[in-house]
């Protein structure tokens, strides 16, 4: 189509839409089918968040807000960051926007010139190298293999800057692979950023609260406070508090960076909705305790997923630590003839055939920028999970 710009060229739709638009397709068409590929919490919003929501609607706080956020919402995030980072932030290092994704979309767009490039260890999220492209800027990505927890290394790191890159893309707990970093690893990579004061870093926090087991949750700002001036620690409520349609994110860093990310918000969405930011305050500052109900949850999915996955023939996987994703090598079914007498030759074969041949969604692993593996999301009921990773090991059984 004429009408549409060359910069889009380079820009893909994304991969786990795209997988739970076929699996709904499928589903409307009287497939029964399990969508284990959407990164949604399955939980409902909690009540006292939708009270808040209800109650600005109800006291008409239904108008433009200022760009960056209403400030009872900018002072709550404030206090979050200096109660659970010991993070310090002025008010005017603050913005708010639709979602995570905003924030890193905005803080992109901000400061990527053509040529500009971000480093991002892969397997990452599917929206990190397209952003960076319709920003302008060029994707510099990094393999981090299983062998080391899919967790990027410094030496690693070390080869890959540049006199042009701009931004390390950082995100712990990872999406798709559930890696979380320690603060000694942390601390390693920011040694190596240290040697070069140009470089920037994007901490996506966003699944910060879903850490499992003895796993801690650390941010890079806060854990080398050398590179505090240069960071962008990025969150939001979508994950922790199931509010992933309120659209709600925030982030932190320095004021300049934060003008201008409020420069381009101003000019585009003028801020999110008055109403999600009411109820993010009280998200961020109120009552959390279904939290510990969600974890509780979630981290018995993961060991049934685990431990059932493994039971299938040709996949292997290792237990996350975080977020609410298993990212299982199908390497053993790479080769294989399924009972149609196809040749499985990629994870995106491996997918399609748990898709039509199981019912069971799942994102390939060439959609986070590795193969040959796919994603499970166990933000599902218990049942569903069951049943789904039961369909997984009979499909995988008739593979030859
Ligand atoms: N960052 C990562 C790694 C994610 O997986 C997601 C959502 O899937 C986001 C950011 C976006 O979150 P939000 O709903 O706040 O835009």
Redesign the pocket.
């Known amino acids: 189509m004429t009408a549409i710009s060359k910069r889009l060229g380079s820009v893909k739709p994304s991969a786990t839409k795209a997988m739970t638009a076929k699996a709904r397709e499928l589903k409307e068409r009287g497939k029964n089918v399990i969508a284990l590929s959407a990164?949604e919490p399955d939980f409902d919003t909690p009540e006292n968040v939708k009270n808040a929501g209800i109650e600005a609607i109800r006291s008409g706080k239904t108008k433009y807000t200022p760009v960056p956020g209403i400030p009872s919402l900018l002072k709550a995030i404030q206090e979050k960051f200096k109660r659970e980072n010991d993070l310090r932030y002025d008010i005017n290092q603050i913005t708010t926007a639709c979602?995570?994704?905003?924030i890193?979309f905005n803080a992109l767009f901000a400061t990527l010139d053509p040529g500009d490039e971000v480093v991002i260890p892969a397997p990452c999220?599917v929206s990190y190298p397209d952003m960076v492209h319709l920003a302008g800027g060029s994707p510099i990505v990094i393999s981090c293999s299983e062998r080391d927890g899919f967790k990027l290394r410094p030496e690693a790191l070390a080869k890959y800057i540049t006199s042009r890159t701009k931004w390390l893309m950082l995100?712990s707990p990872s999406?798709p692979t559930g890696a979380v970093y320690t603060a000694k690893e942390l601390r390693g990579l920011a040694e190596v950023v240290r040697d070069h004061p140009h470089v920037m870093i994007l901490a996506?926090d966003?699944?910060e609260k879903l850490v499992y087991g003895g796993a801690e949750f650390s941010t890079i700002a806060a854990v080398a406070p050398w590179v505090y001036d240069r960071t962008l620690t990025v969150n939001?409520v979508?994950k922790a508090n199931a509010m992933?349609g309120w659209?709600l994110?925030y982030g932190a860093g320095p004021a300049d960076l934060i003008k201008a990310m409020n420069t381009i918000q101003g000019q585009t969405a003028s801020h999110t909705s008055s109403i999600s930011q009411y109820a993010a305050v009280e998200a961020i500052q109120g009552d959390q305790s279904y939290l510990q109900r969600f974890l509780k949850e979630y981290e018995a999915r993961r060991n049934l997923v685990v431990n059932k996955l493994n039971e299938a023939p040709g996949v292997r996987c290792s237990t996350p630590d975080g977020a609410f994703y298993v990212f299982a090598s199908c390497e053993g079914l790479i080769g294989t003839t399924t009972p149609s007498g196809q040749v499985v030759k990629s994870d995106e074969d491996v997918a399609m055939f748990l898709l039509e041949e199981a019912g069971v969604a799942v994102v390939p692993g060439s959609g986070f920028l590795m193969s040959p593996y796919f994603r499970v999301s166990y933000a599902s009921s218990e049942d569903e999970l069951t049943e789904a990773c039961d369909r997984i090991i009979a499909a995988c059984q008739t593979l030859v």
């Open positions: 990164g979602g995570a994704k905003q890193l999220w995100n999406n996506d966003i699944y939001g979508s992933t659209r994110g």
